[in-house]
């Protein structure tokens, strides 16, 4: 673990410095903080002009590539969130939310900790495609991701698992739980029309609950929570 403002100065440098200050005879040397030249083994008679040039040439590179890894550290980081990214949507892929799953069933497994997953799927969406054009599709699509990710604690994920299917991930939910929020997100995503440009369409949502077994499979309890939103749907047309 990195401990933010932790010290860097050996304990040896440390003591004698409060040697020092209890009054013990200690050279200034001794105390003096370490630099380059004691961490290369240097003394002062090497301290030449051109050995402390070239130790300040050394120092400069030094902080260049600090400055430099910050960068790639920092690029890395937007990388990976690129690639957890859906590309259409403000949520997660398939395949970063699948991962999120593996993540909380072995914390259930491990803690006991009931968790849940929801899938969703629009109704007759291809109608919005094929009467206002895909443009409109890929608003409602981003409409359904917004109102589901307003509608979740920091804890859920969102995600996106492909055409007009969605999933939220409901930490700390066993089923009855579940059942009651993935309600209360229908209705949200529901509630408003989609509008776009002239035209204003509602939305019409299903979905199946399925609690996390501890140490589940990702791809199997997403396919039964999946097949619970088909029987559903199924009762209800």
Same mark, same amino acid.
């Given at each position: ?80 969130? $690129?690639?957890? $990214? ?47 054009? &895909? ?6 699509? $981003?409409? !359904? ?11 859920? !994920? ?31 995503? $529901? ?12 939305? &019409? ?33």
């Amino acid at each position: 673990m990195k401990i933010s403002g932790a010290r860097t100065e050996p304990f040896a440098a440390i003591r004698k410095r409060a040697l020092v200050r209890a009054g013990a005879q200690v050279s200034a040397r001794e105390v003096a903080a370490p630099d380059a030249a004691s961490f290369l083994g240097l003394g002062e008679a090497d301290l030449t002009p051109q050995v402390q040039e070239a130790l300040s040439t050394l120092m400069t590179e030094i902080d260049d590539l600090r400055n430099e890894v910050s960068v790639l550290k920092l690029r890395l980081n937007e990388a990976q969130f $690129q690639a957890d $990214q859906d590309v259409l949507t403000p949520v997660l892929n398939r395949r970063a939310f699948l991962r999120e799953m593996k993540r909380v069933a072995a914390f259930a497994q491990r803690y006991g900790s009931p968790a849940s997953v929801v899938f969703f799927d629009l109704d007759g969406f291809k109608s919005v495609n094929d009467r206002f054009g &895909h443009a409109a599709g890929d608003a409602a699509l $981003q409409a !359904v991701a917004r109102r589901l990710l307003a509608n979740v604690r920091e804890s859920d !994920v969102v995600g996106r698992m492909g055409g007009d299917e969605f999933a939220v991930l409901l930490a700390q939910a066993d089923k009855e739980t579940a059942l009651s929020k993935a309600a209360s997100l229908a209705a949200a995503v $529901q509630d408003t029309p989609v509008e776009f440009g002239e035209w204003s369409a509602p939305l &019409h949502i299903s979905w199946g609950v399925r609690e996390i077994a501890p140490g589940a499979d990702p791809e199997e309890a997403l396919a039964e929570a999946d097949a619970a939103m088909f029987v559903r749907k199924r009762r209800q047309t």
